[in-house]
């Protein structure tokens, strides 16, 4: 069985695809129906074609790893509200079970298979939902997704990601075996992160330091973070913006410092990654994406303070596949 879902060819049980787009760039979007007839979306994403086997060795080498990543859904809304997220509109509905989590990767693997895109290497808990809102499925998720005799994923290529509810939330990570640890942070200042995320009661000292005794109790080696910041002209794309994450960063990079090699290196590595994604479109909203030069000005900034810092290129969002988008 599980060598047949690691192949591409099983089908999945509790849910059935309903429908599928395709994005330009190769991005698939899933309408993935469960049994009571409610509908998540999932998302493949292959890398890009000049970095797919039988490309030029040349234009492979920036990547020569690059496979394609799973964005999974672990709820059906979501309660958080995220002014700037599809989901966030929805409201909450109800939570997945964690075979309907699994279902959601043995449909991408399948479709994967027969697109004849990279088989699936990664998987972000990055979909609709929640994930720590519905912590006890997407841990049972996880485990199945890293068990070397199930889907055989590499527990740092399975992320999860939380805009952190609680300072506790933060606890599904403080074991050696938990997933990659991804938190959407989207800014430093407290009235503005509430202004983007309304229903966040705790303020960014205490989420911080839930997340520093969570990588405490991480091995060394596995004290990295992601921080993920939606940037939104003439709201939170300021080089300010940038100063108030720079110095928010400070106490976790010095927490993961000693788990990258290159942290004393020209490349800075301090084993947190700042990722910033440029706003998408999101129907209804008065919210635009940041112009190319501020995002630039944005991520020079926190290099510039020594941080860590990518820029994420859209994928998908010509079909509504992107971040923000899915609903």
Known sequence: ????????????????????????????????????????????????????????????????????????????????????????RM??????????????????????????????????????????????????????????DKFAFGRDRVTVSTVAPTPGCFEFFARADAPAIAFSLHAADDALRRRLVPTARYSLAELRDGLLRALAARPTKRRRVVVECVLIRDVNDGVDDAEAIADFLKPLEAACRGA??????????????????????????DFEAPTPQAVAAFQQRLRDRGSWASTRTPRGDDDAAACGQLA
């Open 1 to 88: 069985l599980w060598r047949s879902v690691r192949a591409g060819a099983a089908a999945p049980r509790d849910l059935t695809v309903a429908a599928r787009h395709g994005s330009e760039c190769g991005t698939v979007k899933l309408l993935c129906r469960l049994g009571d007839g409610l509908e998540v979306e999932t998302v493949a994403i292959p890398p890009p074609p000049e970095r797919r086997a039988g490309s030029p060795p040349e234009r492979r080498a920036a990547n020569a790893r690059a496979a394609t990543t799973l964005c999974l859904s672990s709820q059906v809304g979501c309660a958080r509200g995220c002014t700037f997220c599809a989901t966030g």
């Open 91 to 148: 409201g909450i509905v109800r939570n997945l079970t964690a075979s309907e989590i699994l279902d959601q990767a043995v449909a991408g693997i399948a479709e994967c298979a027969a697109r004849g895109l990279p088989p699936p290497r990664n998987v972000v808990f990055m979909g609709m939902g929640e994930p720590l809102d519905n912590a006890d499925a997407v841990r049972d998720a996880c485990a199945s997704l890293t068990d070397g």
């Open 260 to 285: 990258n090699s290159n942290a004393d290196g020209p490349r800075r590595r301090t084993g947190v990654l700042v990722n910033l994604i440029p706003f998408n479109a999101v129907a209804s909203s």
